[in-house]
């Protein structure tokens, strides 16, 4: 992996993580805490490890293991957010509204649990890329894969610190009552993981986008054109259940894209 990209993102975890440490401080949490205690012994593994052929899975770890802690952390230190800013960038794009304004789940129990599957279907594209690569870890295209998927979470961390919102379905546009049967346990699960500050840009959709795109370009044409329907419909997904503005989704494909040049094979 590129070296100053590992850098930086141990830089920015290692702020994250002692904004987050000085918040629960102030207010303790029995289970963040632990998790805090695991994620500082994790970045010290990652730190040690930083040049083997491990560090895109162990800093991808260490992503994922750090990410709920951003709920204290916006609790603590952000007092204020860009949820007016996005929506008004989003009316001004999509005819005097945000995107989500113009659609109503609830009235579409079966289009809702198919699109909040496919929402759902984000951890396992995401964990399957990174446990191929992991397997690959020794191949060139691994490092590129992994410096494109490193490079898109630490441009999402950033902007998170930046423009930390909520995004529609926890401010303007709650849920009213989802019908059909995965959606409402979609949602209550989302709901209750929440961190209030992790909207732009979209990671669902740069991370699906880029994801199923690089395993287009390395030659696995079969498992992206299989994932090609999955990946659009979470990325109508983020839209279609209201947490996302229309911007963020714009700017995840934007970073996919970035990703997605930077790492091409040269």
Known sequence: MNRSLVHTTLALLALILALAALALIAAPQPQSLALLAACLILWGVVYRLRASAWNGALLFALIWLAFPLLKPLNQHWLHSHADALLAALDSRLWGGKPLPAWFHYEA???????????????????????????????????????????????????????????????????????????????????????????????????????????????????????????????IAATIWLRYHYGVDDLAGLALALAALYCTRQK
């Not at 809702?112 to 984000?122: E, K, V």
């Not at 441009?155 to 409402?184: C, E, K, M, N, R």
């Not at 370009?217 to 054109?225: E, I, M, P, Q």
């Open 108 to 234: 579409h129990p079966a289009l809702t649990d198919l699109l909040a599957a496919c929402y759902f279907a984000f951890f396992p594209i995401v964990l399957g890329g990174v446990a191929y690569y992991a397997w690959r870890r020794r191949e060139p295209s691994a490092a590129r894969f992994y410096n494109g998927l490193i490079g898109i979470y630490l441009a999402g961390l950033a902007g998170y610190l930046l423009l930390p919102a909520a995004g529609p379905a926890f401010t303007t546009l709650p849920d009213q009552g989802a019908g059909g049967i995965l959606a409402p346990a979609v949602i209550a699960i989302v709901k209750d993981g929440v961190t209030g500050m992790d909207v732009f840009p979209s990671l669902h959709t740069a991370l699906t986008l880029y994801i199923t795109a690089f395993l287009w370009r390395d030659g696995k044409r079969k498992t992206a054109l299989a994932l090609a329907p999955i990946t659009t419909g979470t």
